[in-house]
């Protein structure tokens, strides 16, 4: 049994988890009514990515008989005047999450509940990815992006990411 802490900061976790994909297909949305393709796929890829996360996290409660309570999910509040700041929205909000990640860390660590600490090492190795493709998405705007072509082929190398879910055995 969990403590119940560790188990109501998961259970709130499935939520941002949840919002995060919901941020993200707002990206997604963004990007497309641009005309940028790429972009738009990145995010939406983005966003199966944190609903899968999401999923992870229920699974981790059901199998430690704990009751899953889903909340309502709030709408995201964007307003981007450039192509850049997505990204850069991007980038704060997984910094968000890490810092969410490593806040459940730590109340499992003072609890000494070393199966939960197991599990978010996933989600804190993923995190420091998370963050890593979100710095060379804003380096790569910074250098190319104000060029047409260089925008262009960016795009088209966004638009080659493939999905790959989560291979982590709870």
């Known amino acids: 049994?969990?403590?119940?802490?560790?188990?109501?900061?998961?259970?709130s976790q499935i939520n941002k988890e949840f919002y995060s994909a919901y941020l993200y297909l707002d990206?997604?949305?963004?990007?497309?009514?641009?005309?940028l393709k790429g972009f738009a796929s990145w995010y939406k890829i983005q966003a199966q990515e944190e609903r899968d996360h999401a999923l992870l996290?229920?699974?981790?409660?059901?199998?430690?008989?704990?009751?899953?309570?889903?909340e309502a999910i709030d709408k995201p509040d964007t307003d981007f005047s450039d192509l850049i700041?997505?990204?850069?929205?991007?980038l704060e909000h997984e910094e968000y999450?890490?810092?969410?990640?490593?806040?459940?860390?730590d109340v499992a660590f003072s609890v000494k509940d070393f199966r939960t600490m197991q599990?978010?090492?996933?989600?804190?190795?993923?995190?420091?990815?998370e963050e890593t493709n979100a710095n060379d998405n804003i380096s790569?705007?910074?250098?190319?992006?104000?060029?047409?072509?260089g925008l262009y082929m960016l795009d088209n190398e966004l638009?080659?990411?493939?999905?790959?879910?989560?291979?982590?055995?709870?």
């Open 119 to 129: 599990f978010l090492e996933w989600f804190i190795k993923e995190q420091g990815e």
């Open 57 to 70: 996290f229920m699974q981790y409660l059901q199998n430690n008989s704990e009751k899953v309570v889903l």
């Open 97 to 105: 999450v890490t810092g969410l990640i490593h806040a459940i860390y």
């Open 140 to 149: 790569k705007m910074e250098l190319f992006g104000s060029d047409p072509k």
């Open 27 to 35: 990206f997604a949305s963004y990007y497309g009514g641009k005309g």
């Open 85 to 90: 700041g997505p990204l850069k929205a991007g």
């Open 1 to 11: 049994m969990l403590d119940k802490t560790v188990s109501s900061l998961l259970n």
């Open 159 to 170: 638009a080659t990411r493939v999905y790959a879910p989560p291979s982590l055995v709870l």
